[in-house]
C-alpha cells in the first residue's frame, strides 16, 4: 500500500500505487520526455526501477514518510502518472511530487491531481506547509504550481546533476492558511 485511501476527482481517481501498475509505470515513466523532466526517475525506465520504486513507496508509506498516489482515469481506470508527497510530520510539512504520462499532458490532469493531493495534505494530514520544484524552464509543471495558489520563492542554482549537467531548480510553496479549492 502506498496511500491510506482513494481520492476522486471530476476526471480522475487516485488511489495506491501496486504491482499490477509496474506495466503501465515503465511505459509512462520510460518515456525518455519525463525521465528529463524528473529528479529521480532514470531512463532508461526499467521493471525493475519501477518495482524498486514501489518496495520503497510502499516502506516509505508503513513509515509514515509518504504518501504516492496512482493517478487513474476515473472512466477508464488506466493509469496515467503518479503523485505523491514526501511528509515531515515534525514539522507539519511536505514535498509535492509527481509525473504524467506525455499522452496526457495539456489536459489539466495534472493540476487536478494536485489540488486534491494539497487538499488532502492540508485537512487529512494537518499539514502547514507544502512546497515543491522543478527545473528551470519546465513551464508546465511551474503552470500547475501556480495554479495552487504556490508562490516562487527562489531558485537554487545548479542544484541536482541531471544527465551530466547541473541544473537550477525553482522552489514553490503554498501554507495551509493560502489554500483554497
Known amino acids: 500500500?502506498?496511500?491510506?485511501q482513494e481520492l476522486r476527482t471530476a476526471r480522475l481517481l487516485l488511489r495506491s500505487l501496486n504491482r499490477e501498475d509496474i506495466?503501465?509505470?515503465?511505459?509512462?515513466?520510460?518515456?525518455?520526455?519525463?525521465?528529463a523532466m524528473t529528479i529521480r526517475i532514470p531512463h532508461p525506465y526499467t521493471e525493475t526501477d519501477a518495482a524498486k520504486f514501489?518496495?520503497?513507496?510502499?516502506?516509505s508509506f508503513a513509515g509514515g514518510l509518504d504518501?504516492?498516489?496512482?493517478?487513474?482515469?476515473?472512466?477508464s481506470g488506466d493509469l496515467i502518472g503518479a503523485i505523491g508527497l514526501h511528509v515531515k510530520r515534525a514539522d507539519r510539512r511536505a514535498e509535492l511530487g509527481f509525473w504524467l504520462g506525455t499522452a496526457h499532458w495539456g489536459k489539466g490532469y495534472c493540476t487536478e491531481a494536485a489540488r486534491?493531493?494539497?487538499?488532502?495534505?492540508?485537512?487529512t494530514l494537518k499539514l502547514h506547509r507544502i512546497h515543491a520544484s522543478h527545473f528551470a524552464g519546465n513551464t508546465a509543471s511551474r503552470r500547475v504550481l501556480e495554479k495552487l495558489g504556490m508562490r516562487h520563492e527562489g531558485c537554487s542554482r545548479e542544484h541536482v546533476?541531471?544527465?551530466?549537467r547541473f541544473v537550477d531548480l525553482e522552489n514553490y510553496a503554498l501554507l495551509a492558511s493560502e489554500f483554497s479549492l
Open 23 to 35: 506495466p503501465d509505470m515503465v511505459r509512462l515513466a520510460g518515456a525518455r520526455e519525463v525521465a
Open 67 to 75: 504518501v504516492v498516489f496512482a493517478i487513474t482515469l476515473a472512466e
Open 161 to 164: 546533476l541531471k544527465w551530466e
Open 116 to 123: 486534491a493531493v494539497v487538499a488532502f495534505g492540508f485537512e
Open 54 to 59: 514501489l518496495a520503497l513507496a510502499e516502506e
Open 1 to 4: 500500500m502506498t496511500a491510506p
